[in-house]
Structures are given as structure tokens and as C-alpha cells.
T-cell receptor, first 111, second 116 residues
């Protein structure tokens, strides 16, 4: 059974701080990794994806992947109250395999 | 380019009835996946269709079924509804051209199903 684990939170950070969200996965054959943001009552929206070990930056967001440790993280710099949402980590294996989602981490950015 | 669309957005049914939900993927996307999301269970994978064929299936009873048409539009059906089927049903599409970079899934707004 392929599993993706996340701390359910809530993770509370003050406005302007760095929020760090973590995700671990069980399948060593996983190839691609995604972060989605979901506001209450809305559907998940893609923040970014990462395929290779290391860091990938997009604006205030940085995804970090360490395949040896089976660990992927999302850093949000200069956190804003509008970043308050649930963040879902998703992992996908090789061709033809489906996505596996983690339970999500609820982030609260306090003004 | 238009996003993923789902109809209807809200649905109220009673136990024992059946329901059909529809999903239109982003133009050119050939893979459509369905998920059930509940507060207690999170996002659970139902099934994935690619080129009109079911490619993957999650751990749901046979009451849950789906299909995909030649234009990549997809439907899912739930028969003999139970109270526990109340959830947000999400559809996601991806381009999938055989390489990892085309694998990204984009979600529709979802259908909120309430079973009374």
C-alpha cells in the first residue's frame, strides 16, 4: 500500500514568516511530486511540482525533494494570511500509475 | 484555455437512488481521474480513465463506476446510494503524453453530493 504522510496541523505562523510543510512517502519508485493548495470549500489548485532532487523555486514558494530520504517539503516565504489553507502533497509513480495524496496540512497565517 | 468543468455542482439524493456526475477535461487532456473527498478520509482515489479505458482503480465498492467517451469527457455513476457517499467528488485531468512532465493533474470545482 503506497502511503503519503503529512502532519495534519494546524501549523500556525505569523505573517511574514517562513512556513515549512513536510511530506514523506513510502514508494521508492515514485517519480513526480506535487503540492496543491485547497481553500475551504474549494477544489485543490496546483502550486508546483518537482521531479529531481534538490530545490525548485517559484516566487515565494520553494519545493525541496530528497529521494534518498523519501521526503519532499514546501517552503512559503513571507507568509500572508491569504496563504491560510490546506496543503496537499501528491506523489506519482511510473507510467500509468495513479496519484497518491497525503491527508493535507492545515496552515494558518496569523496577521 | 478553459479549465476542468464538472456538472452538476450540487446534488441532493436519497438513500437507494443512483447518481451520475459529469466531467469535461481541459481541451487536449486525455487522462481523467476521479476522487472522493470527505473530512474524515481526505482525498481518496476512485479511478482513472485514459483513452476510454480504465487504467487504474481505487478501493471502492462496485457501486462506483465510470466511463470515458471518445472526446475524453467522463462520467461516474454511484448506484444504491448510502449516507456515507455524501462527499465532494472531484475530477482531475492531465495531458499525459508518455513523459513525466505532462503528468500534472488539474482539478475541477467538484460536485457536492448530499445523501439524505
Amino acid at each position: 500500500q503506497k502511503e503519503v504522510e503529512q502532519n495534519s496541523g494546524p501549523l500556525s505562523v505569523p505573517e511574514g514568516a517562513i512556513a515549512s510543510l513536510n511530506c514523506t512517502y513510502s514508494d521508492r519508485g515514485s517519480q513526480s511530486f506535487f503540492w496543491y493548495r485547497q481553500y475551504s470549500g474549494k477544489s485543490p489548485e496546483l502550486i508546483m511540482f518537482i521531479y529531481s532532487n534538490g530545490d525548485k523555486e517559484d516566487g515565494r514558494f520553494t519545493a525541496q525533494l530528497n529521494k534518498a530520504s523519501q521526503y519532499v517539503s514546501l517552503l512559503i516565504r513571507d507568509s500572508q494570511p491569504s496563504d491560510s489553507a490546506t496543503y496537499l502533497c501528491a506523489v506519482k509513480g511510473d507510467y500509468g500509475q495513479n496519484f497518491v495524496f497525503g491527508p493535507g496540512t492545515r496552515l494558518s497565517v496569523l496577521p | 484555455k478553459a479549465g476542468v468543468t464538472q456538472t452538476p455542482r450540487y446534488l441532493i439524493k436519497t438513500r437507494g437512488q443512483q447518481v451520475t456526475l459529469s466531467c469535461s477535461p481541459i481541451s487536449g487532456h486525455r487522462s481523467v481521474s476521479w476522487y472522493q473527498q470527505t473530512p474524515g478520509q481526505g482525498l481518496q482515489f476512485l479511478f482513472e480513465y485514459f483513452s476510454e479505458t480504465q487504467r487504474n482503480k481505487g478501493n471502492f465498492p462496485g457501486r462506483f463506476s465510470g466511463r470515458q467517451f471518445s472526446n475524453s469527457r467522463s462520467e461516474m455513476n454511484v448506484s444504491t446510494l448510502e449516507l456515507g457517499d455524501s462527499a465532494l467528488y472531484l475530477c482531475a485531468s492531465s495531458l499525459w503524453q508518455g513523459i513525466t512532465s505532462t503528468d500534472t493533474q488539474y482539478f475541477g470545482p467538484g460536485t457536492r453530493l448530499t445523501v439524505l
